[in-house]
T-cell receptor, first 115, second 110 residues
Framework: DVKVTQSSRYLVKRTGEKVFLECVQD?????MFWYRQDPGLGLRLIYF???????EKGDIPEGYSVSREKKERFSLILESASTNQTSMYLC??????????????FGPGTRLTVL | DAKTTQPTSMDCAEGRAANLPCNHS???????VYWYRQIHSQGPQYIIH???NNETNEMASLIITEDRKSSTLILPHATLRDTAVYYC???????????FGKGTLLTVNP
């Protein structure tokens, strides 16, 4: 079974703090994603990575950065947390079979509260 | 990606078939229809996808109309554990960028 783990289920931080959310997968998947989920807005893609050190912006990258130094690990960084970044953050991974669809596997999520 | 429209919520009796509709009238010829679901407090889970032929797997069946403007996800014998938000998404064949809408909250009642 694919395992996607996220560093914390719940996290509370203060405004202005630098926040690191980590995602680790054990399936050697090329693609990794960070989403946030808010009531009434569904899931929105923040960033994704299709290879080590490669990244692309999603729909809402402002206020976030990412790091992928190793294939199995994808980090989401909030440089200076703000209250509007209070949300559920979901990591996902996906294998790349070159043209055909592979499902995305999601982690359990991290509920971040910024005070 | 084409926009999809789903009902906000639906109910189903346990043991009966759950039929979840999705409209995607602007879908293009090379776009697939994907279904995911999200059980409360968990990440989304892939269910099934299709292009124009009907598809079936161990979880569900997907029926796509001939004009491809709508589809129906069928859970043949719904259980209480199928209570979840179901997302219908239209996207390319190797679509890595899924646009999740608000989905349909399916409640399976005993």
């Amino acid at each position: 079974d694919v395992k996607v783990t996220q560093s914390s289920r719940y996290l509370v931080k203060r405004t202005g703090e630098k926040v690191f959310l980590e995602c680790v997968q054990d399936m050697d998947h090329e693609n990794m994603f960070w989403y946030r989920q808010d009531p009434g807005l569904g899931l929105r893609l923040i960033y994704f990575s299709y290879d080590v050190k490669m990244k692309e912006k999603g729909d809402i990258p402002e206020g976030y950065s990412v790091s992928r130094e190793k294939k199995e690990r994808f980090s989401l960084i909030l440089e200076s947390a703000s209250t509007n970044q209070t949300s559920m953050y979901l990591c996902a991974t996906q294998g790349d079979s070159g043209g055909s669809y592979n499902e995305q596997f999601f982690g359990p999520g991290t509920r971040l509260t910024v005070l | 990606d084409a926009k999809t429209t789903q009902p906000t919520s639906m109910d189903c009796a346990e043991g009966r078939a759950a039929n979840l509709p999705c409209n995607h009238s602007t879908i293009s010829g090379n776009e697939y229809v994907y279904w995911y679901r999200q059980i409360h407090s968990q990440g989304p889970q892939y269910i099934i996808h299709g292009l124009k032929n009907n598809e079936t797997n161990e979880m569900a069946s997907l029926i796509i109309t001939e004009d491809r403007k709508s589809s129906t996800l069928i859970l043949p014998h719904a259980t209480l554990r199928d209570t979840a938000v179901y997302y219908c998404i239209a996207g390319g064949a190797s679509n890595y960028k899924l646009t999740f809408g608000k989905g349909t909250l399916l409640t399976v009642n005993p």
